[in-house]
């Protein structure tokens, strides 16, 4: 009883002079902590910080998220630290930010590097509280969402930047690793180097009794979908040496008027007829051409981009991330590492406005001859994210068919661009190389209906 009371007075004394009790100075004094037995957005919490979020019962170890209060904000001359180091593993998604701040605060450590955004925040002490971490980028848009458009938070909209406030969320650009971040003055999300003097306000996450969060409240694997082939698509069992012969039935079905009736086949040479009864004649596609028949509806990305791709080998052909969407078969992307790259991944870039996506069409491995595809290895299982955040397994079968995977419309708030993300996990070994190659990837908004 006596101690408790000492600090309260220690307290009392310390906040009135602005210093913390751990000695270093801050700001203000902060408000007095509320102690409630259920809290709504915008009340003070236990911390003296404000509510911006409630999960409505404790999920994965929290349920509520407290903002830290507008006296505790600050920058760094130093940004956000970790310039052109990858910081792998930090998801956007609610929940994500205090294991997020763990993996920086890890980084930082082996850097030797401090003063910078989230080990400032986390050295925090705030009424007592010292579990606080940098906001993941869907945290600090709740932020934005439910304490700024109610005036609440007193949440800046000046500096260099436009009250941009930083998150412990990276955007890897291509191997550039970049933070995410978000305007208070106009709630754009951007992806901003590490340098700039960024504002930065801490959050904490509590349990309905009150209680500090778990050490990790965040996992990986929660809810994640197990995908099979919802359907399939072209038959991709070509072989590039009919190529040629492909063509010359093309020409002879133009010349009779787009049509190759019984008396026509009978002109054809033994070859073509194999050819023709193998293939048919696409009407909109050329051999290697992929056929979509105008179904292109939409969820269509900006750009494709790869955490790594083989070099362009002596017969000059390439393997970049642009050849996943080139609408080839004949073209690939390869990853770049030794092994059979577990571990990489590729990007689709959604714009802000583009619409939801409900399938991705994917033809697996080099499949533009049966040798090629068996030679060079297949990927047997992508682990697929959206903005980061794990969202499903898609086991892919090894056939040189299209296969199709389908799911409930991803719906992105159409105010920020967004990603598709899809990893490897698993492959099916090529007979010579451990080369994984992937031939060709859509993504759609057009929906199956379901027999
Ligand atoms: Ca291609
Ligand atoms: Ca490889």
């Known amino acids: 009883m006596k101690l408790k009371f000492s600090f309260i007075i220690l307290f009392v004394i310390c906040a009135s002079l602005f210093i913390s009790c751990s000695g270093k100075k801050v700001e203000g004094a902060f408000p007095v902590p509320q102690i409630k037995d259920v809290y709504s957005i915008g009340d003070t919490g236990p911390a003296g910080g404000i509510i911006f979020y409630d999960q409505g019962s404790d999920i994965n170890g929290w349920r509520y998220l407290e903002a ?84 609440l938070g007193n949440f800046r909209e000046d500096g260099t930047y436009e009250g941009s406030y930083y998150s412990s969320t990276q955007y890897n650009d291509n191997n550039m690793y970049l933070t995410w971040e978000q305007s208070f003055k106009n709630g754009q999300a951007n992806t901003g180097k590490r340098g700039y003097q960024t504002f930065i306000r801490a959050v904490r996450a509590f349990k309905s009794d009150g209680q500090p969060a778990a050490e990790i409240t965040f996992s990986q694997n929660a809810e994640i979908k197990e995908l099979k082939p919802y359907s399939y698509g072209a038959n991709l069992e070509y072989e590039a040496r009919d190529e040629a012969v492909y063509n010359e039935i093309v020409k002879i079905w133009a010349e009779n008027g787009y049509y190759i009736d019984d008396a026509v086949k009978e002109k054809l040479t033994a070859e073509q007829k194999r050819v023709f009864e193998k293939y048919g004649v696409n009407e909109a596609a050329g051999f290697w051409e992929v056929y979509r028949g105008g179904m292109d509806w939409g969820g269509y990305p900006a750009r494709i981009t790869a955490s790594s791709f083989l070099p362009p080998d002596t017969a000059n052909a390439d393997y970049k991330p642009e050849n996943l969407h080139d609408g080839s078969f004949k073209t690939a992307w390869v990853e770049g590492v030794k092994g059979y790259g577990i571990g990489e991944y590729i990007t689709f870039h959604y714009s802000a406005d583009s619409q939801s996506v409900t399938t991705i069409t994917i033809a697996n491995g080099y499949v533009s001859s049966s040798s090629m595809y068996r030679d060079n290895s297949r990927v047997k299982k992508f682990k697929m994210y959206i903005d980061d955040t794990p969202y499903a397994v898609l086991n892919l079968e090894d056939i040189r068919r299209e296969q199709i995977f389908q799911f409930d419309p991803i719906h992105r708030a159409h105010y920020n661009p967004w990603t598709i993300k899809l990893e490897i996990m698993d492959v099916y070994k090529g007979d010579k190389h451990d080369d994984t190659a992937i031939a060709e990837i859509a993504t759609d908004a057009r929906r199956y209906e379901i027999n």
């Open 68 to 151: 830290a209060p507008a006296e505790s904000e600050f920058v760094t001359e130093e940004g956000w630290g970790l310039y052109d180091i990858d910081v792998r593993g930090t998801f956007s998604g609610i929940g994500s930010g205090k294991s997020n701040t763990k993996i920086i605060l890890d980084l930082l450590k082996q850097n030797g590097e401090s003063g910078v955004a989230a080990d400032r925040a986390a050295a925090l002490e705030i009424n007592g509280y010292k579990d606080w971490f940098l906001p993941s980028k869907d945290e600090l848009n709740m932020m934005y969402e439910n304490l700024w458009k109610r005036k």
